[in-house]
């Protein structure tokens, strides 16, 4: 059983399109995240939530807006895509919020033509 | 200033050697350190935690430094299958990664 599993894999989109990405756990954490990670590899936060509750909002473009149901799941829906979105996703869990080691998906890879 | 760095790479060593990575952060208040490891198009992984008094799993040595805010991991004997980029992680209220070091390991 995959512990943190993302939807889709690969995402190529046209810009102005809308587009969710969706990820679920298994290992019941109560915090969930989610990462982008540039053409530079470098790993940057966006959004973070404790039990259904946002907890950390980095300066994201409020075209993105998180959404999570139950604490299984924390989806990512992003409006107008612009090609700067462009990046790969990780979404992230973790048993306390900035808790011992985090448990990655697999990643979303977006690209925005 | 960049909350935690780390040596940009990319480091190229032969089978065998030992490779030193370092990295540094700039907020004091920063309780917990970890190494991640991430393989090319793969998500990053947990390699180990960073404890005050160092600590050692097998090939891997991981020091922390919390006056000069600083951390360093050490790997002995290189394998073809350390090849990868190595993320330093500090957690304040959320963990923070650095930018990673690529490591390539050559026959």
């Known amino acids: 059983d995959t512990a943190v599993s993302q939807t889709p894999k690969y995402l190529v989109t046209q810009m102005g399109n809308d587009k969710s990405i969706k990820c679920e756990q298994n290992?019941?954490?109560?915090?969930m995240y989610w990462y982008k990670q540039d053409s530079k590899k470098f790993l940057k936060i966006m959004f973070s939530?404790?039990?259904?509750?946002?907890?950390i909002n980095e300066t994201v473009p409020n075209r993105f807006s998180p959404k999570s149901p139950d604490k299984a799941h924390l989806n990512l829906h992003i409006n107008s895509l612009e090609l700067g979105d462009s990046a790969v996703y990780f979404c992230?869990?973790?048993?306390?919020?900035?808790?011992?080691?985090?448990?990655f998906g697999s990643g979303t890879r977006l690209t925005v033509v | 200033r960049k909350e935690v760095e780390q040596d940009p790479g990319p480091f190229n060593v032969p089978e065998g050697a030992t490779v030193a990575f370092n990295c540094t952060y700039s907020?004091?208040?920063?309780?917990?350190f970890f190494w991640y490891r991430q393989d090319c198009r793969k998500e990053p992984k947990l390699l180990m935690s960073?404890?005050?008094s160092g600590n050692e799993d097998g090939r891997f040595t991981a020091q922390l430094n919390r006056a000069s805010q600083y951390i360093s991991l050490l790997i002995r004997d290189s394998k073809l299958s350390d090849s990868a980029t190595y993320l330093c992680?500090?957690?304040?209220?959320?963990?923070?990664f650095g930018a990673g070091t690529r490591l390539t390991v050559k026959p």
């Open positions: 992230a869990s973790s048993q306390e919020a900035g808790g011992y080691g985090y448990t």
């Open positions: 290992l019941g954490h109560d915090t």
């Open positions: 939530y404790n039990n259904k509750e946002l907890i």
């Open positions: 907020n004091s208040a920063s309780q917990s």
């Open positions: 960073v404890y005050s």
């Open positions: 992680v500090v957690n304040e209220d959320d963990m923070r």
